[in-house]
């Protein structure tokens, strides 16, 4: 499984990848045929909102799991890691524009206030502002380009994971399990970057010798 995705063929490869890409679209595209149809439960426009949001996590969480994942089970998904970033911004995005569009009306007074009022859609927005800038500079050229830079600007993604959280448990009037789930999710996936180095000198200095040749 550890090698899993060097394994494949290049072409099989940028395939998988987009088959990420689509199989990653089809809860929002399920979601909105549900709503259009009339099969979503209660507040149709709540519910197609809701499932962005949720699924806007899910995508941070799969992003900031691919490090540890590496660490502590050889299982390397890097290639992978771009497509589902994106793919975490691209649900953000919808969960935005379905608040300005079906929940607001596009009322940009009733927005502004909401964004400036309500801290738990501040924080929201705090966190989508984060990731804007990493979705343009995700592409091949602005990691070349930036060098070194690019690593410390993408830490950001820690801080919008943050901020999805923090916006998640402050939506609700009670935080419940599902809301502590997906918070101790996200704090373990941001503990394990301090503690990351530790790790891996542990696990060097646990690797036998290499016989030699
Ligand atoms: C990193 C960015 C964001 C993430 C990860 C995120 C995620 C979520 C999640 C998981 C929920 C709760 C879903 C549920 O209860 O099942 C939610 C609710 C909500 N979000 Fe976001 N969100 C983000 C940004 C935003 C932004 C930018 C806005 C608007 C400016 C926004 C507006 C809302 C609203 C209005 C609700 C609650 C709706 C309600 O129950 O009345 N979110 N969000």
Known sequence: MAGFPAALSPRLRKASIWMLYLLGLLPAAWGFWLGATGRLPGNPVKEFEHLLGLWALRFLIATLAVTPLRDLSGIN???????????????????????????????????????????????????????????????????????????????LVYVAAAAGALHYAMSVKIVGPQQWIYIAIIALLLAWRPLRPYFNARKRRRRPPEKPA
């Open 77 to 155: 998904l890097l290639r992978y890691r771009r497509a589902l970033g994106l793919l975490a911004f691209w649900y953000v995005l919808m969960h935005f524009t379905t608040y300005m569009v079906l929940d607001q009306f596009l009322n940009v007074a009733a927005i502004v206030e909401d964004i400036t009022r309500r801290p738990f859609i501040t924080i929201g927005m705090a966190g989508l502002l984060m990731l804007v800038p990493l979705a343009l500079t995700s592409n091949n050229w602005s990691i070349r380009k930036l060098g070194s830079r690019w690593g410390k600007l993408h830490r």
